[in-house]
């Protein structure tokens, strides 16, 4: 159930009293539904059948599965430093609280409007694909041609009804989902290893580390692998509703990115054996380059597995728009919850202590969004799901540089018991030049990434929405530093203090204000 609490932090003054702020709900989710929750933002069948022929077809090639296995070893370190954070700090926020308590107030709001930015438009982004997936799959198997507006809507709807309860909920759905995504792509990997791969055998070309580097563009093959992980960073979102966040939060960060990591390698490896080195690459730059995953699925499985794999695309964009959408509205409940926007977005339902006020608005700005793209005549996946995927891929990597930075100045200032050369400096150091380098990646070849949607006036806006919402968050903080130093004081600030692991009939933590 929701609190109302008002505490005071040790570190605050009595002229600066801490808000009160409604929680979310406690021990709603465990490390497995936290996971389920990170890697289905991550969406593994959207992202194997989405980015890996283009990544084959015109990035590194064959050493594609050599490029997964780069961006694995990247975030890993990436997450390193990231959980050394999660074990410090415990905020909905996340990237918002942690990089406010590391680099400062004013950093952590741009930081924090430019990650409201990404979630936002991911759900929408995910929508786009999905109605793709829905109508095509639909009209090839049923017969029924029906507009893709109607799927889209049938989403948003269902996706507003499953956040406005417990969060354990969506947990449960999403796990039924993700099993199901992840099965029939180990399925048809594991068949093709069983068999002995396609033409070329199993070759171990591909996971070459060098040819992570080699083939058309292999710029824009390591930029598709780690546009792949998008989603990962979100399992700190639900720290004060875990049962143990400062345990399970840095656990669930780990596993996801390596498990996703290595599921990945595996799969476009084992995809490439069962196509061939040639044939993949031919397959890639077809018309058709579903057919990559398709063709090995019906020569090494069978027909139905082709079926199968078709609704299973449909199910998992619809998991990765849910996962999606409970980020945007956690994000939107801890700027709401600190007076930002409006405080009603800080609300919690008194009975499923959701986030149900900023839940509501992010369905709102979804169907907005999806309605101007439908509307002006725009395609499903060609312009809502590209266009807003790189929109969202672009702000985000951009706050994820800034909260690597963020670990080594919040450990420089802080807890020097837990400073440590690699985890809270070297680490973070190394992973906030990978994402450097990811950004520069996805500046130089967002023309090719965007496709025929590189000529649309709204993929030119890009950059211009992202550097907008971020300096106007710089703005923003500026201002409250000269005009409101009240409000200025509790930036990224509302955390969760204790680290003891909660029961179901003991609940001691209390959201605070930390200076």
């Known amino acids: 159930m929701s609190e109302h609490t008002s505490q005071h932090s040790a570190q605050r003054t009595a002229e600066q009293p801490a808000p009160e702020v409604q929680r979310l709900k406690a021990n709603s989710v465990g490390i497995v539904g936290v996971v389920f929750m990170a ?43 990231y959980v050394a954070m999660a074990r410090r700090i415990t905020a909905a926020g996340a990237f918002y609280g ?42 090839d198997q049923l017969g029924v041609d029906l507009p893709w507006i109607v799927y889209a809507a049938a ?16 947990a449960k759905a999403l796990g039924v989902m993700l099993v199901a995504e992840i099965a029939v792509l180990f399925a048809v990997a594991t068949a093709v290893l069983v068999q002995g791969g396609g033409p070329d055998g199993i ?28 989603g990962f960073e979100s399992t700190a979102m639900y720290g004060e509703e875990s049962r143990n966040p400062k345990r399970v939060i840095p656990r669930a960060t780990l596993i996801s990115v390596t ?17 061939g080195l040639s044939g993949s690459v031919r397959v890639s730059q077809s018309t058709d380059p579903l057919d990559l995953f398709f063709d090995p699925a019906h020569s090494f499985i069978g027909a139905w597995a082709v079926d199968a794999f ?27 919850r600190e ?54 891929t672009m702000a985000i990597l951009i706050v994820q540089t800034l909260c690597s930075f963020a670990v080594i ?11 440590h050369w690699f985890r809270t400096l070297l680490a973070p150091l190394l992973g906030g030049i990978g994402m450097i380098v990811v950004v520069v990646l996805l500046v130089i070849n967002m023309d090719t990434a965007a496709g025929s949607a590189a000529d649309s006036l709204f993929f030119k806006a890009i950059p211009w929405i992202v550097g907008l919402v971020f300096f106007g968050g710089l703005a923003l903080g500026l201002y409250l530093r000269a005009r409101r130093p009240r409000r200025y004081e509790i930036i990224g600030r509302i955390v969760l203090e204790d680290a003891a692991e909660r029961t179901n009939d003991s609940d001691t933590r209390q959201p605070s204000t930390t200076v």
């Open 39 to 81: 890697v289905a933002t991550a969406a593994p069948i959207t992202a194997m059948t989405g980015n890996l022929p283009i990544a084959v077809g015109a990035g590194n090639g064959t050493g594609a599965p050599a490029g997964y296995l780069f961006a694995t070893l990247v975030l890993t370190v990436f997450s390193v430093g």
């Open 98 to 139: 942690y990089i406010s308590h590391g680099l400062g107030r004013i950093a952590g709001m741009a930081s924090g409007m430019l990650a409201v930015l990404a979630y936002i438009v991911f759900e929408a982004s995910i929508v786009g694909v999905f109605s793709y997936f829905a109508k095509t799959t639909v009209e």
């Open 155 to 170: 989403m948003l709807a269902v996706t507003a009804v499953l956040a406005y309860f417990d969060i354990n909920l969506t």
């Open 203 to 230: 070759p171990i070309e591909p996971i070459n580390p060098k040819n992570a580097f080699t083939g058309t563009s292999a710029g824009l093959g390591l930029f598709f692998a780690f546009w792949s992980w998008v």
């Open 259 to 275: 498990g996703v990591g290595l599921f990945y390698i595996y799969v476009s490896w084992m995809t490439i054996a069962g196509n």
């Open 310 to 336: 078709q609704w299973l695309l449909i199910t998992g964009s619809f998991a990765c728009g849910m996962a999606f959408h409970q980020c945007a509205s956690r994000y939107l409940y801890a700027i709401g």
């Open 339 to 392: 007076g930002f926007l409006h405080p009603a977005l800080g609300r919690t339902h008194p009975a499923h202590g959701s986030p149900y006020i900023a839940s509501y608005v992010q369905s709102v700005i979804a169907v907005v969004l999806v309605a101007a793209f439908w509307l002006t005549g725009q395609d499903p996946y060609i312009h809502l799901y590209t266009l807003l995927a790189i929109l969202g």
């Open 409 to 419: 100045g919040y450990f420089r200032r802080n807890h020097p018991e837990d400073r």
